[in-house]
């Protein structure tokens, strides 16, 4: 094995803290074993042996994280943009599901999407994949092989989709789970890929399920964490036909909570959150739920603009999704600005007491933000150059004049920070290390 120590010198950038950017030009990052040592003005005596890799004049940033994203939807985001969740649930998103039953099907369109999301800005990804056992195991495969680092979900449904998407019976759901995480454990070699339980949302599970996917949880979390992740008041008509499903549930997210679903068990991440009421923020904080903010989907789908101030405010753990296909850009960066521009749209129109998002902010969200819930689920610290996070890192030659960013103006690193966010040029990925080890 690569022994992964080596020293890298460019123009770095990274979060301090939601708030707080620090930039270095021409500055030394360190890499031990896969993680940082830190970042350095000047190379420090006692790393002065080990192997340069000299980006002068680069950007260099943390990896990203995108924390949601429906790996077999790849195949036809920016296709049906016109519908709302559930129609477009119906009409786009099932039948390309069901055609993952068909393995060679899977290795065709998985691999194109884990190739885009190698050549992306995500080092790591919490990803949706479908229900078929078979599918979902090659997926992992080919995401260990890529080199990235991510949790990968086989979907539970049996209720409320069509029968050619649909698990025969609670029953059967799970033991195809349990089959499926015990495959998870022989057959992938690294501990880059993990699998993430995923049930798809409550109006495609029967309370049985639910209630049996807590037991799963809890029984497999013995060992190590065993994560969660689910969609939650993502669109109005979704949050009322929960409320009709589960009337013993005072809120949708209280509904996950009465089965066992809501970090009880283990981690837990939630998509959306769009909607949510006082009461959700509270159990949301007190059960330390991870929220992935998902801005370009929940514009496609008209869902509405989720109050990432009040999250940040109450103290809530979140990070950003592409939330391909319902977003159709597998950019975190793209994810950074749609963000920043969506809190702009919900301070002027909804809430003027919110304050929209800074480029800072948003930054800090798609690196350190999301890179913490892997931290949580058991997978190492990433999203910043601090001593001891794994070594996840881009390099981006935005100056160059083929870039599609460079530009006459002298830049400060912020500035050139801020035109990646804005422009989400991420075509222009020079290099890319996951864990120390270069994937691109
Ligand atoms: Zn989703």
């Given amino acids: 094995m690569e022994e992964r120590n080596f020293v890298i010198t460019g123009d770095i950038v990274h979060s301090k803290s939601p708030g707080e950017l620090e930039t270095l030009e021409n500055g030394c990052l360190v890499c031990i ?82 190739e885009a999301l190698r050549r992306s800005p995500s080092c790591r990804a919490v990803i949706f994949a479908t229900l078929h056992t078979p599918a979902t195991v090659l997926l992992m495969e080919k995401l260990e092989e890529a080199g990235l680092v991510c949790f990968v979900g086989k979907l539970n449904m049996d209720r409320n989709c069509p029968p050619y998407l649909r698990e025969e019976s609670a029953a059967v759901s799970l033991s195809s789970t ?98 949510p009421e006082d009461e959700e923020i509270e159990l949301i904080k007190k059960r330390g739920v991870f929220i992935a903010h998902c801005p370009q989907s929940n514009t496609n789908l008209s869902s509405g603009i989720a109050p990432v101030r009040r999250f940040l405010e109450a103290g809530l753990r979140l990070g950003l999704g592409t939330d391909v296909a319902g977003g159709v850009h597998l950019s975190v960066f793209r994810a950074m600005s749609d963000a920043i521009q969506v809190s702009k749209l919900r301070q002027a129109l909804l809430a003027p007491e919110e304050k929209a998002l800074g480029l800072e902010e948003a930054f800090y969200l798609g690196s350190a933000g999301g890179g913490a819930f892997f931290e949580q689920a058991g997978m190492g610290r990433s999203g910043s150059f601090d001593a001891g996070n794994d070594f996840d890192a881009l390099v981006i030659d935005d100056m160059n004049p083929v870039s599609g960013l460079a530009s006459p103006l002298h830049l400060s690193l912020r500035d050139r920070l801020e035109r990646l966010v804005y422009l989400a040029a991420d075509g222009n990925i020079n290099a890319k290390y996951v864990r120390g080890l270069q994937v691109l």
């Fill in 33 to 114: 074993g896969g993680k940082s040592a830190g970042l350095f003005p000047a190379l420090p005596g006692e790393y002065r042996n080990l192997p340069q890799k000299d980006y002068g004049g680069k950007l260099v940033l943390p990896g990203l994280s995108d924390l949601h994203v429906h790996a077999p939807q790849f195949g036809f985001r920016a296709l049906g943009m016109d519908l709302e969740l559930l129609d477009w649930l119906n009409k786009n998103a099932f039948p390309e599901e069901a055609k993952f039953q068909d393995c060679e099907y899977a290795g065709l369109s998985y691999g194109m999407f884990v």
């Fill in 178 to 275: 349990r089959e499926w995480l015990e495959q998870s454990e022989s057959k992938l070699k690294s501990a880059n890929i993990r699998p993430i339980l995923s049930p798809r949302f409550i109006p495609s599970c029967s309370d049985e399920l639910l209630r049996g996917l807590a037991g799963l949880q809890k029984e497999y979390g013995r060992k190590r964490p065993l994560p969660l992740q689910s969609h939650l008041s993502e669109n109005r008509q979704e949050i009322e036909w929960v409320k009709k499903l589960c009337p013993q549930s005072r809120t949708y997210a209280g509904a996950y909570s009465d089965f066992g679903l809501f970090g009880e068990a283990g981690p837990a991440i939630m998509a959306h959150c769009v909607w």
